[in-house]
């Protein structure tokens, strides 16, 4: 019983906060929309993460590969279609990309799998380069910068599509078949699940959403080269602030990743030379004092309790 | 009928010949006991017929259709299910969803959510976890994780059901349930083929034996038969003391 009216508070609480985000334009500065835009970025990256790599346990490093993906293709299409197709054309790039990827190396396991991810960044990164720099002739290209409200409402959207798409595959069939996977893939593959179909497909499925933010993100930058696109820096953003906010439920991430993202921002600004410091110190004591995230400092009561939902990772 | 033909499998694992030159078969609502001394190539011969790992050579035809290089998800839905010798649950989910993932990726024919629940208790209830739907899976006894081994395996709707050593490590009350279990299993149909070392279960259950010793076929036969086989005690039962008194 407890636990249920733990789960509603919550849920109110959440869509109060929705209706101020969709509210927001209309009585925060411009500042503060971009901030939120920056915050809800990183929501979206870290959620389209744990799609997959949450109860997979396949820890995958391509995030900046697939934003990247998604960066480029909207620099490319920008003023030549509108924006729902660019986001979306962005966000299809990233899952073939993905879908591809994912077909020749999600029989590596471990830390194979992640070093590969890890090396897909570079190499897409390299070969925008080289492509620019033989073919096209320039490094870099300008982008028709949109106005930051119109970013922020796409953001909006693309959060929401992430939102529901965790929400459905967590609670579905497939979810169930994601769950067995990470905890025992032989006997999942025994069990008449096809393992490499479901991973695969889910794996195209977060990048999906990586693509289609980062073809919105384009549209803040104006100018977009590959080291700004490819930013390895967003391969690790997500990973982090998962662990930081925990995977159990839908919540965790997006409270860990808000938290994460906004300590951010406010240290980048306050502390430009210091900030990289201060961050790997945070980081350390959380993974010293809070090994389940902030989701383990409300669980650990309930631990205990065997009746315990099977959803729990 | 024969229900799994195997012919001429053989599978190296570098220079070891873990299965080499096996032919066998069973029929249909046999229950078949695969015995022979560790290493003798047992669980190789589950993994090559549920597709974990293809063979060198050979053929395995399941009701007179070839699956030896199928994957394991085809072969489950083909209607072969297995336990495994090390117990392979999923630690953090619940008894229920253990069936549910069998019922839902295992048999093919399934569709509707309700009669997916039904069914589920059901297989709970068949193997003896009734009242357990909601734990994890990590919690339960060893011998109550294997149950819930073979009810995920039966969810799949298995027409052979492949056992690897569920007795191993259970007590005599339980080893005894386990027994009364697999005989449950067979009256429902299911052909039923165990690795097991537990003598006085294979001797009391099977129809029939089969012995493996460094990846050949030693013997086979009824139980009966395989007690007085001289090969057979040479190898395996050199002991006279493992021999059962009794049958």
Known sequence: MKDKTKKHLLFAGFIVIFILLVLLPSYASSYRVIFVTNILMYVILTLSWV??????????????????????????????????????????????????????????????????????????????????????????????????????????????????????????????????????????????????????????????????????????????????????????????????????????????????????????????????????????????????????????????????????? | MKILEVQGLKKNFGGLAATSDVDLHIEQGEIVGLIGPNGAGKTTLFNLISGSITPDAGIILFKGKKISGLKPYRICRAGIARTFQSVQIFPKMSVFNHVVIGLLFGDHRHTTSISTNEEASQIIEFVGLSGMNELRAADLTLANQKRLEVARALATRPELLLLDEVMAGLNPTEVAEAMELVRKIRDKGITVIMIEHVMKAIMAICDRVIVLHHGEKLAEGKPEEITQNKSVIEVYLGDSTCLPSET
Not at chain 1, 54 to 70: E, R, V, W
Not at chain 1, 158 to 165: E, K, P, R, S, T
Not at chain 1, 249 to 268: C, D, Q, W
């Open chain 1, 51 to 313: 799609i997959f790599s949450g109860p997979t346990g396949y820890i995958s490093l391509a995030t900046a590969a697939f934003f990247g993906l998604g960066v480029y293709t909207s620099a490319v299409l920008s003023g030549s279609l509108s924006l729902p197709f660019v986001i979306l054309i962005g966000g299809l790039a990233s899952f073939c990309l993905a879908f591809v990827v994912g077909s020749l190396t999600l029989r590596l396991r471990g830390m194979y799998f992640t070093m590969f991810t890890f090396a897909l960044v570079q190499l897409i990164s390299n070969f925008a380069h080289w492509y620019e720099v033989n073919v096209t002739g320039t490094v870099g290209r300008l982008v028709l910068a949109l106005d930051s409200v119109i970013i922020y409402y796409s953001i909006l959207v693309v959060f929401c599509l992430v939102l529901l798409a965790s929400y459905l595959i967590k609670h579905s069939k497939f979810g169930l078949a994601l769950q067995g996977i990470g905890e025992s893939e032989e006997a999942a593959a025994h069990s008449g699940i096809n393992v490499t179909l479901v991973k695969v497909t889910t794996f195209a499925i977060s990048a999906f959403f990586m693509g289609a933010v980062g073809a919105v993100m384009t549209m803040r930058w104006t100018y977009v080269d590959p080291p700004t696109a490819f930013d390895i820096r967003l391969s690790f953003m997500p990973l982090l602030m998962a662990i930081f906010g925990g995977m159990g439920n839908l919540f965790s991430p997006i409270i860990g990743s808000s938290i994460f993202a906004y300590l951010e921002e406010i240290l980048t600004t306050k502390f430009p030379y210091y900030y990289m410091l201060l961050f790997g110190g945070a980081m350390l004591l959380v993974i010293v004092f809070m090994p389940h995230g902030i989701e383990g400092i409300f669980q650990k009561p309930q631990k205990d309790n065997k009746g315990g939902s099977a959803e729990k990772t």
